[in-house]
T-cell receptor, first 113, second 111 residues
Framework: AAGVIQSPRHLIKEKRETATLKCYPIPRHDTVYWYQQGPGQDPQFLISFYEKMQSDKGSIPDRFSAQQFSDYHSELNMSSLELGDSALYFC????????????FGQGTRLTVV | QQPVQSPQAVILREGEDAVINCSSSKALYSVHWYRQKHGEAPVFLMILLKGGEQKGHEKISASFNEKKQQSSLYLTASQLSYSGTYFCGSTGGTSYGKLTFGQGTILTVHP
C-alpha cells in the first residue's frame, strides 16, 4: 500500500539559508499535517491543510510557510534558518472516509549549521 | 489543548503488562495512539471513536471513556519490540480538527 512520502530524508543547511520540504500524501487522503519534533519532544503541530485549503495553524514561525498544491502534495518552506530549527519534520495525511486514520511519512531531518 | 499522558515513563520486563493513560480537559471526538522508535516516524496503532472502541492488533488494546475524556492503552505480555515512545493524539471535539499529541510515554522492555 502507498504510504506518505517525504523528501528529502536529510537536509543540511547553513544559518540564514532557505529550505523546502516536500510531502506526498497517501492517495485520496484529504488532510495533510506538518509537525516539528525536537529531540525527546512530542511532535509539535505546525500547520494543516484540508482539501488544499489551510485549515489550522499551530506554533509555526512567521519565517515558515506552507501550501498544498492541486495534486495534493504539500511543501513547507523555511527561510532565514536558525540553529533552533534543527529537528525532525514530519508530515501526516489523513483518510477521507471511515475513522480517518492519520499516517506519518518517514520525516525529514533538518540540520542547520 | 494538548492531551496529558501518564506515566511519563515505564520500565518492564518481557511478559509484563502496562497501561498508558491519556486525558483531555476538553471534549474528545476521537483518540489516536501511535508508537515511535528513536529517530523514526510515529506508527499508527489504533483509533478510538466517540461511541465505540476499536482494538488495534496483537496484544495491544485501548479503551475510550467519553464522559471522563480519557483513553487508556493496554499492553499485555509485553515484548522487546514494544519499546518506544507512545503518543496519544486528539482532534478535539470534531473529526476535522488539528491533530495534537500528548507529551509521550517512554516504554522500555527489558529481557
Amino acid at each position: 500500500a502507498a504510504g506518505v512520502i517525504q523528501s528529502p530524508r536529510h537536509l543540511i543547511k547553513e544559518k540564514r539559508e532557505t529550505a523546502t520540504l516536500k510531502c506526498y500524501p497517501i492517495p485520496r487522503h484529504d488532510t495533510v499535517y506538518w509537525y516539528q519534533q525536537g529531540p525527546g519532544q512530542d511532535p509539535q503541530f505546525l500547520i494543516s491543510f484540508y482539501e488544499k485549503m489551510q485549515s489550522d495553524k499551530g506554533s509555526i514561525p512567521d519565517r515558515f510557510s506552507a501550501q498544498q498544491f492541486s495534486d495534493y502534495h504539500s511543501e513547507l518552506n523555511m527561510s532565514s534558518l536558525e540553529l533552533g530549527d534543527s529537528a525532525l519534520y514530519f508530515c501526516a495525511s489523513r483518510g477521507l472516509l471511515g475513522p480517518r486514520k492519520a499516517f506519518f511519512g518517514q520525516g525529514t531531518r533538518l540540520t542547520v549549521v | 489543548q494538548q492531551p496529558v499522558q501518564s506515566p511519563q515513563a515505564v520500565i518492564l520486563r518481557e511478559g509484563e503488562d502496562a497501561v498508558i493513560n491519556c486525558s483531555s480537559s476538553k471534549a474528545l471526538y476521537s483518540v489516536h495512539w501511535y508508537r515511535q522508535k528513536h529517530g523514526e516516524a510515529p506508527v499508527f496503532l489504533m483509533i478510538l471513536l466517540k461511541g465505540g472502541e476499536q482494538k488495534g492488533h496483537e496484544k495491544i488494546s485501548a479503551s475510550f471513556n467519553e464522559k471522563k475524556q480519557q483513553s487508556s492503552l493496554y499492553l499485555t505480555a509485553s515484548q522487546l519490540s514494544y519499546s518506544g515512545t507512545y503518543f496519544c493524539g486528539s482532534t478535539g471535539g470534531t473529526s476535522y480538527g488539528k491533530l495534537t499529541f500528548g507529551q509521550g510515554t517512554i516504554l522500555t522492555v527489558h529481557p
